[in-house]
């Protein structure tokens, strides 16, 4: 059963940066698809970075770029969001999630999900 920890949020000044984890567990493959995503109070889910385990290959959101990098570390099993110059409109709850592989599917569906880390951006 796969299962995806994340931890690393909590409360920040604008200007701030944050280094959200996600430690995958489960998974049979060495290379996998994870992505991180957030949902804003009654905003939509949206699509921030996601890497290919694998290869290492990466993107990110227009609306995040320059600012958030995403990373992994796959002795650790686990895939970094750094983020950098946050700011107020960054408030979400972020979810890390998984599926095999990044060349198929829709660009941020996923199979497994983490249970979320709250971020929030005080300007």
């Known amino acids: 059963q796969v299962q995806l920890v994340e931890s690393g949020g909590g409360s920040v000044q604008a200007g701030g940066s944050l280094r959200l984890s996600c430690v995958v567990s489960?998974?049979?493959?060495?290379?996998?698809?994870v992505g991180w995503l957030r949902q804003a109070p009654g905003k939509s889910r949206e699509g921030v970075a996601r890497i290919d385990t694998g290869d290492g290959s990466t993107y990110v959101a227009a609306s995040v770029k320059g600012r958030f990098t995403i990373s992994r570390d796959n002795a650790k099993n686990t895939v970094y969001l750094q983020m950098n110059s946050l700011k107020s409109e960054d408030t979400a709850m972020y979810y890390c999630a998984a599926r095999q592989y990044c060349s198929s599917g829709l660009y941020w569906d996923f199979d497994s999900w983490g249970q979320g880390t709250q971020v929030v951006v005080s300007s």
């Open positions: 489960g998974y049979t493959s060495s290379s996998m698809c």
